[in-house]
């Protein structure tokens, strides 16, 4: 009887997530591939891993780099988005808990209006480097707003935001920016 990838990475990662190194129950199990195939990465066991299905959604078709800048962010103990530390921690083990976000006290990106400007800002620290496709920069809006504890699902309404501000233009899929200077 032949093994699924999904069993075989599992298998090979102890029964944990490449990531966190938690326990992953199979049924929160989904394979990552690390340099996406749609980038050209292979459907084999070099290139995949096993995570949970929460954190494979926040990578989506991410470059490995921008992976890696997602996973070098954390500073520290990896946050499970899925919330599997906390699932997996035993009585004996304090839970691990994500450090409140620094921010300033008039900052509030709980509402839209916050998420839109917690994107920009985040685009404004990239310079030159801010995606040119309209692909990326969504997957770039969605670890923003994660990094701050935002639902990455809002970003198509915050890239919406952008293109209706006049912000962010899309033509055939290549963007241009105008964003405004810091306030």
Known sequence: MATTALDRLLFAQGGDCFFCHEALPRGEASVEHLVASTLGGGDNDENCVAC????????????????????????????????????????TKAPVTAAPPKKKAAEDYSTPEGQVRLAA??????????????????????????HKGQLEDRAAEVLEAFKRSGWVMVTEGKVTYNLPPKE
Do not use: H, W, Y
């Not at 800002?121 to 994660?146: Q, V």
């Open 121 to 146: 800002e985040d685009l404004r620290k990239r310079g030159n480097s801010r995606p040119g496709n309209e692909e990326k920069l969504l997957n770039t809006i969605r670890s923003a707003l994660f």
């Open 52 to 91: 949970c299905k929460t954190l494979n959604r926040l990578f989506g078709r991410m470059s490995l780099k921008e992976k890696m800048q997602l996973l070098l962010k954390q500073r520290g103990d990896f946050q499970c988005p899925g919330g599997l530390v906390q699932k997996a921690a035993t009585p």
